[in-house]
């Protein structure tokens, strides 16, 4: 009886094993994705890092990069582990599966009872950015993709585009007073997008003309974000956690049986050695 004979391993587990297999081999390729980001965001940001601002991106070019790493080492073991059924690769499938489950659970808690914390120095990092908007084009368009999708202006709202010196009041600059055009209430009739829309928004007497910007910051739109979403986010972490633990228990249920079956066999085996001593014994008889 050969290990790992369809009869003898049943179709049930069959399924389980490839099952594993599939979902681990995804698994492995969104590690390696990541990777690459990560690594990619890293690298540029030792050019961000020359104009100041690259700690704002250092944090989640880390997160990215060992999260891939851990994607790419899960996925592996859980893919060679359920092929070749290798007890050992899933067990350590299953506990470090186990680990992130009962580390996201954590953060999730220290996110909902600490969030003020957490928003605080969101923004605090945020006031950089706004420093350093001219200095450098990727970064230019970063902050206007944010102020547009979030549709916001500014971190608690547009006077703080007042520490970049050129939007400065007290500016010489052309910009003085004004805004990015990413602030602006665009009309999605526009064909063509005005970029002088944010000129001397921020003088004393424009107050009509604030009814053209967005009012709130970027933090109260990223909030605004969540909320819109918050049961579609909430549904896709719940159902990111239901995967997680069918993916541990039924690795837990291969690894019993792979055990099982390698006692088997090696009882199997001792039953074979009893039966060939004996028969010798018998012989010289």
Do not use: H
Not at 247 to 257: E, S
């Amino acid at each position: 009886m050969a290990y790992g004979d369809d009869s003898d391993f049943g179709w049930g587990n069959l399924f389980i094993k490839f099952f594993l297999f599939i979902m681990n081999f995804l698994v492995w390729l969104l590690g390696c994705a990541l990777l690459a980001a990560g690594i990619f965001a890293q690298v540029e940001i030792g050019t961000l890092n020359e104009i100041g601002v690259g700690s704002l991106l250092s944090s989640p070019s880390i997160i990215l990069i060992c999260l891939g790493g851990i994607m790419f080492i899960l996925g592996f073991c859980g893919c060679l582990g359920a092929l070749r059924e290798i007890f050992l690769l899933l067990v350590i499938y299953a506990i470090v599966l186990t680990v992130i489950v009962i580390i996201e659970i954590g953060i999730a808690v220290y996110i909902y009872f600490q969030y003020d914390n957490a928003k605080n120095q969101f923004a605090e990092q945020l006031e950089q950015p706004i420093v350093r908007y001219y200095d450098d084009a990727d970064l230019q368009s970063l902050i206007d993709l944010v102020q547009t999708s979030l549709q916001c202006c500014g971190i608690n709202g547009p006077n703080d585009w007042q520490r970049n010196a050129y939007f400065n009041c007290s500016s010489i600059a052309y910009q003085r007073c004004s805004v990015p055009f990413s602030c602006c209430i665009m009309n999605n009739n526009d064909e063509v997008i005005n970029t002088q829309c944010g000129y001397r928004r921020l003088q004393n007497d424009s107050d009509r003309y604030l009814q053209e910007i967005y009012t709130e910051g970027c933090i109260v739109g990223l909030e605004n974000f969540i909320q819109r979403y918050l049961y579609y986010i909430a549904g896709v972490g719940i159902g990111l956690l239901v995967f997680q633990l069918i993916n541990i228990m039924l690795t837990a249920g291969l690894a019993i049986d792979v055990r099982k079956e390698q006692k088997a066999l090696k009882l199997l085996k001792e039953r074979e050695n009893r039966n060939k001593r004996f028969s010798k014994d018998v012989a010289k008889l």
